[in-house]
């Protein structure tokens, strides 16, 4: 059953768990499972090894929580950008292969609103994020997405969109450049 | 110190930093930029940085409930409790408040509880209509159900249907709440045998309504344990759920 915490809640749940406290860290799983087996299965199209990197990235939030700083970082996106790590290194290790998605399919799906439950993440940086990727031309914002929703390289994103890599690097190097202009305006 | 821009205005460091953070270097290059990653700081608090203003487009993923037995496996892969720990404390913490007291079961269970005959003595008739607020399964390690309760924290009134999974024990079943503060308050010895009805008193019923979960521990016949430490063992337990 996954239950609401809000971020302060997260925040001292994932502390807890760096002390140690084991029912501290099963509310963080509580909260954070769905969101995160969303992430890795996104990535790794395959539920099943998705539950496997979920699993190891549980065991590596237990092991790391004692070091998440509650003043650096929010506590989703400290746990969102482990999973998602965790599911690209395993996709690159050859364990994995995938379908292969036109970055405007993606762009379709990372357009849908999230669900009130999905909100996890404290609202106005996500709507300052998406305000920002809609300034960005959209061949540029959607390979964006999809790099991040899906993992994957500047070579498989060029060979997608069919152009060569340096335009497609061009792109998004640009792309980040403006992203983060915007992001600290 | 300053970062070298280039024709288009791009600082290299910072859309490095951004490129390593989305993932879309080649092997070699993800590879080179780890190993900068981990030698300067300041490029390090870049993709930090950049992690945290990206991480928002994991909005747009849906979330995927895991399977159930991804948790236990996160659990078994834990270390071991210290043992230097409070046992106790220790203990509680890691049996409570598992979700396996699904709300489905535990209305099952008041089908149940109501389906049987009402044993001896029959509480006193509730000055209010009876309002059942709190329901639990209680499960033994194996995974069995040991016991279901409900309780209704307006009238102190307290209801339990042990299975036979406890009969036969000739140690006495004594009943506990997990409050959520930590640490357990024992309500008393309870028939594992037979159906029964409880009245907490007035200072029980307050703690009951705030308690998380309920436990039983197995005490030898004639010992009354402690009001906040079994001495025999937790054989079963399960998460107080609201109605």
């Known amino acids: 059953m996954s239950s609401i915490l809000t971020r302060d809640e997260l925040s001292m749940a994932l502390g807890q768990a760096g002390q140690g406290d084991r029912a501290a860290f099963r509310r963080v799983y509580d909260a954070t499972s769905a969101k995160l087996l969303g992430v890795t299965l996104r990535i790794l199209a395959d539920r099943q090894l998705a539950e496997d990197v979920l ?6 939030v237990w092991s790391k929580a004692g070091s998440f700083d509650a003043s650096r970082a929010s506590p989703i996106t400290w746990l969102v950008t482990i999973a998602r790590n965790r599911a690209i290194d395993r996709l690159r290790s050859g364990a994995a292969t995938r379908r292969s998605t036109p970055i405007d399919e993606a762009f379709d799906i990372a357009d849908d609103g999230p669900s009130p ?3 996890l993440e404290t609202g106005d940086d996500v709507r300052r994020l998406n305000d920002c990727l809609g300034e960005l031309d959209d061949r540029t914002g959607g390979a964006i997405r999809t790099a991040f929703i899906e993992g994957v390289t500047y070579d498989a994103l060029a060979s997608r969109e069919n152009v060569p890599l340096g335009t497609m690097k061009s792109w998004i190097r640009r792309g980040l450049m403006r ?3 915007c992001l600290e305006s | 110190m300053t970062d070298p821009t280039d024709a288009e205005g791009v600082d290299e460091t910072r859309v490095l930093a951004g490129e390593l953070a989305l993932r879309v270097l080649s092997p070699a290059e993800e ?7 981990a030698a300067d700081p300041g490029f390090a608090a870049e993709v930090e940085a950049w992690n945290e203003h990206l991480a928002g487009l994991a909005d747009a993923t849906a979330p995927v409930a895991p399977s159930p037995y991804v ?5 078994a892969g834990l270390p071991p409790v210290a043992a230097n720990d409070n046992r106790r404390l220790a203990f509680w913490r890691t049996w409570a408040v598992g979700s396996t007291g699904l709300l489905a079961a535990s209305l099952a269970a008041v089908v149940v509880l109501l389906a049987q005959p009402s044993p001896v003595p029959p509480a006193p008739a509730p000055a209010a209509p009876v309002a059942v607020t709190r329901v639990a399964t209680l499960t033994l390690e194996n995974g069995a159900a040991a016991m279901t309760i409900a309780y209704d924290p307006g009238t102190g009134e307290l209801y339990l249907a042990p299975t036979n ?3 036969g024990d000739t140690r006495v079943p004594h009943l506990w709440l997990v409050m959520p ?4 308050q024992l309500v008393g010895a309870i028939d594992g045998s037979a159906t029964s009805r409880h009245n907490l008193g007035r200072a029980l019923s307050g703690k009951a309504g705030q308690a998380n979960a309920v436990a039983v521990s197995m005490e030898t016949p004639g010992h009354t344990p402690a009001a906040d430490k079994p001495d ?3 054989v079963a337990s399960g998460e107080l759920q609201r109605l």
């Open chain 1, 117 to 119: 439950a999905q909100a």
């Open chain 2, 71 to 75: 948790w236990p496996r996160v659990e």
């Open chain 2, 165 to 167: 999974e406890m009969a």
């Open chain 2, 31 to 37: 590879a080179a930029a780890r190993a900068r990653e």
């Open chain 1, 179 to 181: 992203l983060r202009a």
């Open chain 2, 232 to 234: 025999g063992p937790v």
């Open chain 2, 181 to 184: 503060e930590g640490g357990v």
């Open chain 1, 55 to 60: 699993q190891d990235t549980y065991l590596t």
